[in-house]
């Protein structure tokens, strides 16, 4: 009796011990991680591997979206011109309680997030980085930190993040959420500021009481709730905003999930609306962030700007002043050509629709993509010219020695691509256009292509022009 009880525990045991064992391995190759030093301190190749996807990709849609398109643009029947549609409260000095009625009445019944995913997929878009919260405070999803959010303040009572997630999944697009430091409705940050919200003048003394228990919880239920591939933040300016608060909170991203990719705003390094980091400081963040510019050159530095197609980021009912489809073509390839990418802006109705002339602009770009997105994504910039004069730009295949030169005049007679030498043989193409194009070249003058009269009529072919050459780079 006493040896068979004996067996049974020590099978029992060892069974243990698997049971143990294996949870162990599971856990170690699932849950890694990171240490804040690890973190402080990543291998090029780590941050190389971690950036991939976004480099690849270029392109992504912005969305500015909340109570403020309720008002779009319009307080107490006055225009307010002096600011973007987002900063109406600011701009207007709308007191809290009164631009809470604007939450109230937020009511986006014609959204559907399938249809926006699809505009942005249909333009050539690989990402969207929605505003969950602006600096207005108000978040676009059922938070359970406070009340201000669309399910338990807003008429719409819905998660309007929790169907972008499921769209975006379901067309294989990432989703990242753009959220605001600055909160001009939370007492314990700006709103005490009033009428000026966003001042440099004033400091809440609370604030780390916000950072604690309402920012960094949101953030939390953000990253657990959607697991945003990009989180790209906004209002740092703040005087109340440190370096410490920056480290903790990219750290606490990384730890939470190793993966992800955090914008420069983290921290407190961004020279003004240049977007990109002071020289020799110490910040956190993975790319810099050129607002309503193209840096003039290339950078060594990750970079995205972020541009509108009007003048206004949140929808504004007036602002008719919208960028020709061929300007934000040019834009999408001159960034590319400098190595950044080009997040283009959209700023939905408080019905929950993109504006049509939005939408157009991004078909346009759709139908470029549809032919020369190849000229795009995972490119590189070339090492020495990402420029030709005012109208070739130049990008190269990454890892291949396939190179675009894309013009923005329509080509006749011979055109001249003074940097690239093709491969002995090779063909060179015009992309849109079936026969291989004939050319020759010498030292002194480059490539030079012979552009068949017959291409000046073809339909499909407009605006920039991308030639296709397998060689090098020359000069
Ligand atoms: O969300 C959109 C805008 O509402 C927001 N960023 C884009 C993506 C935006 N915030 N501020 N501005 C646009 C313009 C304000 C610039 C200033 Fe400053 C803030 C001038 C002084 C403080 C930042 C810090 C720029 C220069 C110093």
Redesign the pocket.
Known sequence: MKKTILTLLSILLITLSFACQSSDTSEATTETTLSREEILNESKEAFDERMEWWRDAKFGL?I?WGPYAVPAGVHNGERITST?G??IMNGAQIPVEEYEEYARQFNPTKYDADDWVRIAKDAGMKYIII?SK??DGFALWGSEVGNYNSVDFAEIGKDLLDELKEAADKHDIKLGF?Y?I?DWHHPDAQAPHYPTY?T?EKTNSNFDEYVENYMTPQVRELVEEYEPAVL?F????IPEWTHEHAVDMYTMLRQMDPEMIINNRVDVG????QGMNEEGGEFVGDFG?P??EILESTSDFDWEA?MTMNDT??YKSYDDNWKPSENLIFNLVDVAAKGGNYLL?VGPTAEGLIPEVSVERLSDMGDWMDINSEAIYETERLQNHFREGESIRYTKKKAESTYYGIIFEEPTGTIQFSYLQPDEGSDVMLLGYEDPLNWEFNEENGLSIQIPAEIRNAENLSTAWVFKINGSEIK
């Open positions: 912005f500015h973007t987002e900063w505003t602006h600096h753009y605001s600055m966003n440099s790209w906004d209002g740092e300016w961004r020279q003004g609306m962030t607002e309503q972020c980021w949140g802006n």
